[in-house]
């Protein structure tokens, strides 16, 4: 029977669930597509694409932003879940019924490893596939010519050999006024340049050619071309008046699509023992490349160190020994300093010397830069297919990370709907995205280990999910906003008022000689505290309080016991005045040690006895009011007891 309880307590759990994964799945999916398409928005526009390729570009987009969108959808269905149970105390039901919060969460769990799984499946067999060709049609649309569109009053080159201006455009006729045109298309040696009155720019129907129709102007020619007439003079330029003259330039518009091919080679059409494969062998030529360059660059410094008749330091020939002891012997018995050699050459074979070395450093820094290129360039290679095996994993375990967010994180809240789970899975999410951006960028670029990277947002965001955890398991109040908000009352000043009910048996009533005279030693204490050093002293001096700290106990206990002993009245008045009385604490803070030095010591422990600091003053503030609500409160009821004691 306990059996089919829990099965029947499972069901219910994933019935509730689901709904909400496949809703809050949906709603992530759509925001995270809305982001991609906004910003690759400027790249689509003008480039005349058709709508069956637009609806290629969305499906494809949306399958390849499903990884991401799932971690959202399960950390905010999770959230929603466990915020509705607590709201409608099922969730306290159940504990109440013997069963924990782990065994709540097991049927979601298994749920979230399922998954996981999926996802890891999807992305390794099927996400390659519509990677290719989302990548591919972007990147042909990149390579795609942009519509025409020539703006007025500023130069245009959108079309390949030409800068054209136009001060004024008619946008009913299309008719171009103070039309300009710089014609380099043959080079800037044979450069046109024509104006216009008007003119009209036509593009055919096959987006392969534009006509350009222009109306009363002159071009100019400037030949540079090596001709010459008979005489074997050059002809400089060429001047000519026109009333109509037509151009007809070249210009590819069309939408043309890359082979998937050449975008299937690279990391994003590769599985994970396909990216494995491909690591092993960029590992191989990365080292290769090393090896052959720290020997170039070594064989290159010894060829410039040394000269052709000195031996390289490699030679272990018995002659390459003996001339380099030679050479040791003759530099000890000679000292020369760089000063006197350079006086004892001419200044033409010392310019010829400072050539030489600058020549050979020039030649260095060349090697230097091809070299390094060539190692960065299959340094990137490996990293990127690197993070994109580790990114398989990623998004998988990110799934099991932010359930053991938002589903601890809705039992403590317990608030179910729209509004906090979606406000506390927005801010949740960001955080994500932002460590794992910022890790990826230093993984792809080496400032860290790839692995360190792709895994930093996990690192970061799976503690929070076991502390979490922990604390919903244990029914800890640490983030329960209404603990916060009576903490926050307290630390800005709000009182909790008294309460004092008037008693409807009472055994002895108090006397009212006995309560004046409590009352008197209340309001005394309390005069006596506002003159003491707890309330005169610096701000800065409160650290060295010591035992004044606990001045406030006496007064405090006093206080208790005379408004309990007055309770007993059977004057109504005086207990309503009662409630006027605030409710203090006894010491001024914890933070202040008994021990003068010690208190100087965490004064000098900048920057955190700073804010400490003015946090004493403004507690200090509070007391110093109570205070003196205590002496005018006690004058008003000293008022009462007395006219009470006059009237017996």
Sequence with gaps: MKIKGVKRLYTYILQTFIPLLLMTFFICWFIVLLQFLWRYVDEMVGKGLDIGILAQLMFYAAMSLIPMSLPLGILLASLMTFGNLGEKLELLAMKSSGVPLHKIMTPLFVAVMGL???????????????????????????????????????????????????????????????????????????????????????????????????????????????????EGKPIPYVKERFQVK????????????????????????????????????VSVVRDSVRSINSTALLNMQNSISYTVRMPLPGDTTQEA??????????????????????????????????????????????????????????DVLHRTNSAEKHRKFTFPVACIVFFFIGAPLGAIIRKGGIGTPVVASVV?????????TFGYKMAKSGDLETWQGMWLSTAVLMPIGIFLTYKASRDSSTLNMDSWVIWLKKLMGYRTPRRVSFKDLIVQPADPAISIAKAGTVKKMAQQLLESPLIKSRMFALWKLGHDNHLLKPFVLELEGTIEYLRDSTNALVVLKLMDFPVMSKILS????????????LMLFLPLSVPLTFYLAHRRYLIKKDLETVVTQSDLLLEILEEEERKQ
């Design 116 to 230: 996981a799984g999926g996802l890891f499946i999807f992305q390794n067999d099927y996400l390659i596939t519509s990677q290719v060709k989302l990548w591919t049609i972007v990147y042909s649309a990149r390579r795609a010519q942009p519509e025409l569109e020539i703006p007025e009053g500023t130069f245009y080159n959108g079309i390949e050999g030409y800068n054209i201006y136009v001060k004024q455009k008619n946008a009913k006729t299309g008719l171009l006024s103070d039309v300009m045109i710089y014609d380099h298309s043959q080079g800037f040696s044979n450069m046109r340049v024509i104006n216009a009155d008007s003119g009209r720019l036509v593009m055919d129907d096959s987006k392969s050619f534009l006509t350009f129709t222009l109306y009363g102007g002159q071009s100019f020619e400037n030949l540079q071309r090596q001709e010459f007439d008979m």
């Design 246 to 281: 037509t151009i007809v330039i070249p210009f590819d518009a069309k939408f043309k699509m890359m082979d998937e091919s050449e975008m299937g080679s690279l990391y994003v059409g590769k599985n994970l023992w396909e990216l494995n494969a491909y690591l092993d062998s």
């Design 321 to 378: 020994r003996a001339y380099r002891e030679d050479v040791r012997t003759a530099a000890h018995r000679v000292q020369f300093r760089l000063d006197s050699l350079r006086s004892q050459t001419s200044s033409q074979d010392s310019l010829i010397a400072i050539t030489h070395a600058i020549s050979d450093l020039d030649m260095q820094l060349s090697e230097l830069t091809s070299r390094k290129f060539m190692q960065e360039s299959e």
């Design 428 to 436: 949740l999410f960001i955080i994500y995205y932002m460590i794992d």
């Design 590 to 601: 914890r933070w202040i040690p008994e021990n003068k030095i010690w208190g100087v010591v």
